[in-house]
């Protein structure tokens, strides 16, 4: 038995009592029921501005819709409360009820497609899945920004005529539209593969009103329209390759809670790199090999963590070829499609080295968040502030803006003497003194960067790890697949020491092509977790515990149960080495 074989999901009993027409049918209304009412809650919560990164527009010109939510649901100062402020102290726990709600009604869908013997109709699945999108689509804040850069870089190709590699969003601050972006100084981290569907969505935006909330929902509507692709994607997919979980395996990824809400609800261009990824699935259950090499460098081109597919994919192909002019065969050719793709699409922006320069000065190449290691590093500094006489790490986040006499701490239009404000009265213990402060902040950030850097290595001399182990593994397709499946999960609760639950769309996507009891239920697990990130997301400079160690909340049960089955699968490969070896002696 093969290594590859012995990953492969064993196949659990089928109950022999099917369950009748009527009884299914009554059942999946009910959980159909549910599943609305379980979004419909999460559109109700996401009106807490406490709860949002970004505002969503779209409901800001009802003011008759708002002046009913205030007198019905919740108070204007409940949805104006600061996040930092005491009348927002119970705004994560309405959102937790609100997740668990929806995270159990998806594990009852699930579990009926699971133990059905006949896979629901595909209709059926996408009809749950524009029933959830609906509230969604009208989110009145968002959990990320992201779409707002995007509508940036379109805007800087096609109304102000610059690069969107080069130019950030803040040489153009005369834009209408600037006042939203976050990361103002920040050009495209996307490649070509996002950058041109972005141009043509703005040009057809801006024939028809340029409005934001106009942008907003087109973005919104384009990954929607993607996400509902996706799933067909994978139901033809299983349908070829495994129609013994075409039902289940396409519910996996389509009704997710966690694909949902990122792609419908904050319009993250993940979903268009998973299209890429899929096409490329279905082109080479075709055979058309050159296709899948074309959609693996348009889904790398779209964003950079799916290259390690691409020389997997190469592997697989030079183990299924006959001979060695094959192999040549199949490698001139997957290299020269990739990099006319390449040239072709980065050959009307290119500058020079200039081009690809923020991949290596964005953000995530500069600090840790939301991430195993952001914990450990956090960690390591506190344990030196106790022991070693380092500044408090706290200090590094802490405003430091000063005003008036005496040095009085102020934070927007708030002073350190309200009595509300936990930030103010947390960050007035740093800040009795203006100079020694500023002195020990800067120690402070100093030490971070220290700490950082040595972690940041570390994640990523795992990630490299990950991908020889997964090309020393890969002789087939199915085992190349696997193999991305579980570097994409590495990279999210390892590798990535800058982390955003919308990374592990990636992982679902896969996982739904793969077997359940492992691959598909570690993607389970960690998809349904991740939403902690934004539920338990610092609100002071000194966290609360479980503020501080959200991460390991998340990524920790998940690598457990993953490492467990990998220690029996490497003991199975193991076992099965040794008795060819005995039995060849």
Not at 488 to 510: E, H, K, N
């Amino acid at each position: 038995m093969s290594l590859g074989e012995g990953i492969r999901a064993r196949a659990f009993p089928r109950r022999v009592a099917r369950p009748t027409l009527i009884e299914r049918d009554w059942a999946l209304v009910g959980l159909a029921v549910l599943h609305v009412l379980a979004y419909c809650s999460f559109f109700v919560v996401m009106h807490l501005r406490s709860r949002s990164w970004a505002p969503g527009q779209v409901l800001d010109p009802l003011d008759g819709y708002w002046r009913w939510f205030y007198q019905t649901l919740f108070s204007e100062e409940q949805v104006m409360a600061s996040r930092r402020s005491m009348e927002a102290a119970t705004h994560p726990f309405l959102m937790l009820a609100s997740v668990a709600a929806i995270s159990v009604v998806y594990l009852l869908l699930l579990r009926l497609f699971r133990r059905t013997v006949e896979p629901p109709p595909l209709r059926v699945l996408m009809s749950l899945t524009v029933l959830a999108s609906i509230p969604l689509l009208f989110l009145p804040n968002l959990l990320s920004g992201d779409v707002y850069s995007y509508i940036a870089f379109g805007r800087v190709a096609v109304v102000h005529g610059g690069n969107p590699f080069i130019d950030p969003p803040s040489m153009f601050a005369t834009d209408p539209l600037y006042k939203w972006v976050n990361w103002k100084q920040v050009s495209s981290v996307y490649g070509p593969g996002w950058i041109y569907p972005s141009i043509i969505l703005t040009i057809l935006v801006n024939s028809f009103n340029q409005h934001v909330i106009t942008y907003v929902l087109a973005y919104k509507l384009l990954a929607f329209g993607m996400h509902l692709v996706n799933g067909w994607l994978i139901w033809k997919i299983l349908e070829r390759w495994k129609p013994e979980q075409q039902g289940w395996g396409t519910a996996l990824y389509l009704l997710s809670p966690l694909a949902l809400i990122e792609f419908v609800g904050n319009a993250h261009n993940d979903v268009l790199m998973i299209t890429f990824i899929l096409l490329g699935v279905l082109c080479h259950l075709r055979g058309h090999w050159y296709w899948t090499i074309a959609a693996f460098t348009l889904a790398v081109l779209t964003k950079w963590i799916a290259l390690p597919l691409l020389p997997l994919y190469g592997l697989a192909l030079l183990w299924d070829a006959q001979s060695w002019r094959e192999r040549a065969w199949k490698t001139a050719g997957s290299l020269l499609i990739f990099v006319s793709l390449c040239v072709s699409l980065y050959r009307p922006y290119w500058e020079g080295s200039d081009t690809l320069k923020i991949l290596f000065d964005a953000p995530p190449q500069q600090r840790l968040i939301n991430s195993l290691g952001d914990v450990i590093a956090t960690d390591a500094q506190y344990a030196m502030w106790r022991y070693g006489g380092w500044p408090h790490p706290a200090l590094v986040d802490t405003l430091s803006v000063f005003s008036g006499p005496g040095g009085r701490v102020v934070y927007g239009s708030e002073s350190n003497s309200t009595t509300g404000d936990l930030w103010s009265q947390q960050r007035s213990e740093f800040a009795d003194d203006k100079s020694f402060f500023r002195t020990q902040q800067s120690l402070a950030r100093i030490n971070r960067d220290w700490v950082n850097e040595r972690v940041r290595t570390a994640g990523l001399a795992l990630l490299a790890l990950s991908c020889l182990v997964g090309a020393a593994v890969t002789r087939n397709f199915r085992v190349a697949l696997l193999a991305g499946a579980w570097i994409f999960f590495v990279y999210c609760a390892i590798g990535a020491v800058w982390f955003w639950p919308w990374y592990v769309t990636w992982f679902v996507a896969l996982a739904a092509l793969l077997d359940w009891r492992v691959t598909g239920r570690t993607a389970l697990l960690l998809s349904l977790l991740v939403p902690l990130t934004y539920i338990f997301y610092p609100t002071l400079p000194d966290p609360v515990w479980w503020q501080r160690y959200r991460a390991v909340i998340i990524f920790v049960p998940p690598l457990l149960f993953a490492g467990w089955h990998g220690l029996r699968v490497a003991r199975d490969a193991w076992r099965t080495w040794r008795d060819q070896r005995l039995q060849a002696a």
